[in-house]
Each structure stands twice: as C-alpha cells, then as structure tokens.
C-alpha cells in the first residue's frame, strides 16, 4: 500500500490532465464520490464480515442534512456539515444497536428494513425533503478561499478528500482496532473467550462506515447541487455492494477498482444498450466465477501464479545454486 500512496495523486493528477473536457472530470468525481463510499460497505464487509443494505440511508441524511440547512435555513457550509455528521453518527447508533441483535441473514434484513423507512421518510415528509422534487439550489461552498465551482477545482477538492479517506481506511485497518475487527469476523467464540467485546467492536464498526458514507454524501450534494430520495433507495445500497463485490472486499483498494468499474461499465452499456442494466448482471456473474475473490485480489492471485512460472524449478538450467559451494 506505501507506494499506492505516491501513484494514487500522480494517477489523479494524469486523470485531469488527460480528459479532454467536463464530462470526463465529472466522470471521474463521480467515480471518486462512490469510491468513498463503496470504503463505508467494505470496512463492514470485507474486514467485519457484516453486509449491509443501508448504507445509503446514512449518504443520503447527511446529503439531505447539508442541503437543508444551507438552503432553507441559511446555516453556513461549515456548520452544516459537522450537524450533518453528527446527525449520522447519532442515527447509525441506533441502527447497529438495533440490527447487531441479529447475524447474517437477519442482520441484512433488518439494515435492508432500516433504509427503507429512510427512503419512506425522504418520499413523504415534503415540508423537509420536497419529495420527489428534492432539493436544488445547493451553492457549493469555498474551502480555505479556495474556489470549487468549476468541473476541475471540485475535481482536486474530491481528490484531497478522497486521499484523506485512503489515508484513514488505511490507518483504521491495520491498527489494533482494525486486527480486533478481522479477528471477530473470523473467530468471534475465540475473540469473546479472549475478552474482546464483540458487539462494541462491531459497534464502532458501524459508525466508522456511516462516517465514511456520510463524507460521501456531503461530496455528492455538492457535486450535483440536488438531492432527491433516489439516492436512499434500494438501488443505491446494491449498487455500492456491487462495486465492493467487483473490486474485491477483502483488498484496500477494491471498492476504488470496483466503483471504477461498475460506473464505467454502466456508461458505455447504458449507450448501447436499452436493457444495460442486464449486462451489468453478466458483467458480474463473470467476475463471480471467474474471480470469485474480486478483481484486486484476482489479480494478484494470477500475478503470483505468473511468478511462479516465470522462476525455474530447482536444478534447472538458468535456477540460482545456493546449495553448491564454489
């Protein structure tokens, strides 16, 4: 992961000097919007081993929370955002302590349930969320001085942020909390015997991934300058499980590969074909059969097997003679 932090800006950098116009800098926001995102259901997912289907409930209230408060309430950018975080983290602690009652497939049901009401809630309370017509008119605020209204300056404020977000997903999975949270995944009888608290580390859990999906959110609402409920739906919280599952759960970097790629994918099909969501489905019945891990841990996989052909067997013309003496 150390030398992903020296490519990761000089391939973000290469990506804004490459693009030829807008769309493509927006594209390529777009894509580092669900990247953070797809790191809330993979601290879950690929390190906790709990999948969630409500991710999008904590996207989309921190997205309503900014939108609301800036544009019905005249809050300022700053404090809307911290009241829209601490919004999340208050209702993600309700929501893990109600469905950490439960395991596997009565977890999924219950976060499944969970964001419904989220989305039921954004549907009918139209005094505060406008319904199906949302919110527009977000003004995008001016970090530090620094003007984002243009395609490419909000380009390198997601970029900032998504690099703090590697930063941090990086530095929560390898610290003792992190080594906890795998342990509990695999062996949660043996962590508890150990006297870890099993429900308190996954308890954490669930609100560092709410976090993570709240940033994304606030990203996203200023990015599109509207909300609508669309982004608490179902869809939303399979699309971010699909583009975990594509890139890889148990790799740092798959939810960045994977988004890269649903989006992409869905892009060119959706201009080609009327039912493109179908070949989205194919797309993904192949990575699952094919690289059942995901594509990053895929990779490296057939990177390894390929190594392993590459060096020759022991006794072999060309093999390195460390047994002989000279």
Not at 12 to 34: C, E, K, N, Q, W
Not at 139 to 147: A, I, W
């Amino acid at each position: 992961m150390n030398r992903w932090f020296v490519l990761l800006p000089l391939i973000l950098l290469l990506v804004a000097m490459a693009s030829p116009g807008d769309f493509y800098i927006h594209f390529a926001t777009r894509i580092l919007i669900f990247a953070i995102f797809a790191f809330s259901l993979n601290l879950l997912l690929g390190y906790g081993g709990l999948m969630s289907l409500c991710q999008s409930a904590f996207f989309g209230i921190a997205g309503y929370a900014v939108a609301w408060l800036t544009v019905k309430h005249n809050f300022s950018h700053t404090a809307a955002i911290f009241v829209a975080l601490a919004l999340v983290v208050a209702v993600s602690a309700v929501f893990a302590a109600l469905s950490l009652r439960a395991r596997g497939i009565g977890f999924l049901m219950i976060t499944l349930a969970l964001g419904q009401i989220v989305w039921g809630l954004a549907m009918r309370w139209v005094d505060v969320t406008g319904g199906d017509n949302g919110i527009r008119g977000i003004k995008r605020p001016s970090p530090f001085g620094f003007d984002i209204s243009h395609a490419l300056s909000f380009y390198f404020f997601t970029s900032a942020i998504f690099l703090l977000a590697c930063l941090a997903m990086y530095l929560l999975t390898r610290s003792p909390f992190g080594a906890s949270l795998q342990g509990v995944r695999d062996q949660p009888r043996r962590m508890s015997s150990l006297g870890y608290d099993v429900w308190l580390i996954r308890f954490i859990a669930f609100i560092a991934a709410a976090l993570f999906a709240a940033i994304a959110g606030v990203i996203d609402v200023y990015f599109n300058k509207f909300i609508s409920p669309e982004v608490l739906s179902l869809v939303a919280s399979a699309e971010v499980l699909l583009m975990v599952i594509v890139g890889g759960s148990s790799a740092l970097l798959g939810p960045v590969v994977g988004a890269a790629v649903v989006l992409i994918f869905a892009q060119i099909a959706s201009n080609y074909l009327d039912r493109w969501t179908a070949a989205l489905g194919a797309l993904f019945l192949v990575i699952v059969l094919f690289m059942p891990e995901g594509i990053v841990p895929g990779a490296r996989r057939v990177a390894r097997y390929a190594k392993g052909l590459r060096m020759p067997a022991a006794g072999s013309p060309g093999a390195p003679d460390c047994g002989r003496p000279s």
